[in-house]
């Protein structure tokens, strides 16, 4: 009796718990999530429930099978990166967290997809450093990757998420409003 009102208190846990908790068998067979792992996946209970684990993660080198057989004996593994299908078609970036007890798999899923996206913004930008921009001498076009060309504030925000300001430096309001000029 005592077993039974404490794995009731554990899944009462589990489901308010706010971070993305599921529950295998060691064949892979998801048993139980949470509703805040199937909020961020996009899955409903009845969807998700008695799916091979293997069917939602999206790296392909990622065997579930050779997961278990390599890290059974080790217990806890922490911060694999995988990579998740969601039930609309896009991706959930994730750190995952395993613990083998009583031959089932205890999964935290940390959702680290804005991370991720970040280091590719970055990336993109870093390729802009060092580069060689094609400017148009006349109007400042910069000529895209595409072979169009774009205004500067638009080529940078596009890359890299970067706004203008416009002013006149001293030079030019001197040249365009000597007027202005300090006596």
Not at 62 to 67: A, G, P, Q
Not at 76 to 100: H, W
Not at 121 to 147: D, P, W, Y
């Amino acid at each position: 009796m005592r077993k039974n009102n404490h794995s009731a208190e554990q899944d009462e846990i589990i489901e308010i718990m706010p971070i993305s908790y599921m529950l295998l068998n060691m064949s892979g067979i998801i048993l139980k999530t949470n509703s805040f792992l199937q909020n961020l996946l996009g899955y409903s209970s009845k969807k998700i429930m008695q799916r091979n684990f293997q069917e939602i993660i999206a790296n392909e080198h990622f065997i579930f099978s050779e997961f278990v057989e390599k890290n059974e004996k080790t217990k806890d593994i922490k911060g694999i990166e995988l990579k998740l299908k969601c039930n609309d078609g896009n991706f959930l970036y994730t750190l995952f967290n395993a613990t083998f007890v009583e031959k089932k798999i205890h999964c935290v899923f940390v959702d680290i997809t804005e991370k991720i996206m970040l280091y590719e913004k970055l990336g993109e930008a870093m390729e802009l450093i060092g580069r060689t921009i094609t400017i148009c001498s006349n109007c400042k076009k910069i000529k895209t990757g595409q072979g169009e060309w774009d205004m500067v504030e638009n080529f940078f925000w596009k890359k890299i998420k970067t706004r203008f300001s416009h002013g006149l430096c001293p030079g030019c309001v001197e040249e365009l409003y000597p007027e202005l000029r300090k006596k």
